[in-house]
Structure formats: structure tokens, C-alpha cells
């Protein structure tokens, strides 16, 4: 499954020519020119891996919208592409916690290369991290699941599931965000699977009755996880 990018840029021929590049690039790429659009809906930023946003945008500038992306997804890596040179800008970006900050024009086939490089610095940070779910310890990258009373060796998807509710705990998250991120697909075959997968994880926690995925029937399910 391609790592999913969302781009955030007002002019319609760089925009339409970056988007045409990365997605050659093997990338998934959303596109959209009205940063307004995203401020109605911020949730749907579970999805991406990386956005990449320019700082001069109408209604809204990239430094203001990052910084709203930035509290409600803190661990989602994002670049800024600016026509601005000026080195207050730049660090202002790397201050609001920015991965990268590249002046227009750019290279397409360099930009391609920093996300990968960002996306493989991000990777490896988040596989390196073992998670304390309650009296859980969660390992990502070995794909067990300890508990003082019993261990489990979880499949790859058992892992991705978990650690993207971990991710968003405290959260709601629809069924189509799930489906999206850990499927690539939304169906009602997914849907189904995704529905067993839950059960399965709901099982591995009952050790500990803090530990709760509510459904939300229809919608998705909200979760709340001691870590």
C-alpha cells in the first residue's frame, strides 16, 4: 500500500504538476486548493502520512493551519513549500515543528525524495517505540503484545490495527478512517474484516477492564486506552 500524502496548495498549475509528479512517484496524493475546506473537517487528517502545504494560502496562511494540524496530530510529519526566502520564515516553520521547509520553485523529483526520507525517519522512529497500554506492553515491530498474565504474537494487521488506535486514543474514529489507513480499502468485505479484527483486539485487552474500544454503531468506535 502506497503512503498517503495530502497537499495543500492555492496554484493550479504547481499544484496540478506536483500532484501529477508524486503520484508517478508512487504516491497516494489528495490535492485540495481551499484551505477552509480542511478546517471544516480536520479528523480526515488520520488517513495521510504526510501533508505538504504552502505557507501562502487564502483565508488562512500554512503557519496558522499547521499549527491547528499540529494539535490535534502532533505525530503527522509535514513540509511547507513557500516563494518566500527570507530566513525569519524558514525558521519560523522548523520552530512550529515542520519536517522540511523548501522554497517554489522546487525540484519535484527532490521533494519526492526528502517525504521518502521523512517517511523512513518516521517509520523507523515509531517501530522503535514500545507502547504502555495499560498493564500492557505493546512492541509494534516485534508484533507481541505482553501481559503479566499472557502474551500474544500478533499478525501484521493485529499490529497495524492496534497501534492506530493507540494513536488516536481518546479519539473517535470512523470506520472508513480504520479502513483507509490499515485496509487501503473501504467495502463491505473490509468492513466485515475489520469488524473480526476488532473483536480479536477487544480479546487481547480484556486482562484489563480499563481498557475499552466503544462502538459507536454506524459510525466507528471511540477509544480509551490508560497509556
Known amino acids: 500500500m502506497s503512503n498517503k500524502l495530502l497537499l495543500i496548495e492555492d496554484d493550479p498549475d504547481f499544484g496540478f504538476m506536483l500532484k501529477q509528479y508524486l503520484e508517478l ?52 510529519p509535514f513540509i511547507f513549500l513557500t516563494a518566500k526566502e527570507q530566513k525569519i520564515d524558514k525558521l519560523t516553520g522548523l520552530k512550529i515543528g515542520a519536517d522540511d521547509y523548501i522554497t517554489k520553485p522546487c525540484d519535484p523529483e527532490e ?33 507481541i503484545l505482553s501481559h503479566p498474565a499472557e502474551q500474544y504474537r500478533l499478525t501484521e494487521r493485529e499490529a497495524e490495527l492496534l497501534l492506530f488506535l493507540c494513536q488516536h486514543n481518546g479519539q473517535l ?22 469488524d473480526v479484527f476488532i473483536t480479536r483486539i477487544r480479546k487481547y485487552l480484556s486482562h484489563d477492564p480499563d481498557l475499552v474500544i466503544s462502538s459507536n454503531r454506524g459510525v466507528g468506535f471511540t477509544v480509551n486506552f490508560n497509556i
Do not use: C, H
Open 173 to 194: 474514529v470512523t470506520r472508513e478512517q480504520i479502513l483507509e489507513k490499515v485496509w487501503g480499502n473501504v467495502d463491505f468485505f473490509t468492513g466485515r474484516s475489520m
Open 25 to 76: 512517484s508512487l504516491f497516494t496524493i489528495d490535492w485540495i486548493a481551499q484551505p477552509l475546506e480542511l478546517m471544516a473537517n480536520l479528523e480526515q487528517l488520520s488517513t495521510y502520512d504526510l501533508v505538504i502545504l504552502d505557507v501562502m494560502l487564502p483565508q488562512i496562511s500554512g503557519f496558522a493551519l499547521a499549527k491547528e494540524i499540529n494539535v490535534l496530530y502532533p505525530a503527522l
Open 111 to 143: 521533494l519526492s525524495l526528502r517525504i521518502q526520507n521523512i517517511l523512513k525517519r518516521n517509520q523507523k522512529s515509531n517501530s522503535l517505540k514500545s507502547i504502555q497500554i495499560g498493564s500492557y506492553l505493546f512492541s509494534p515491530d516485534q508484533l
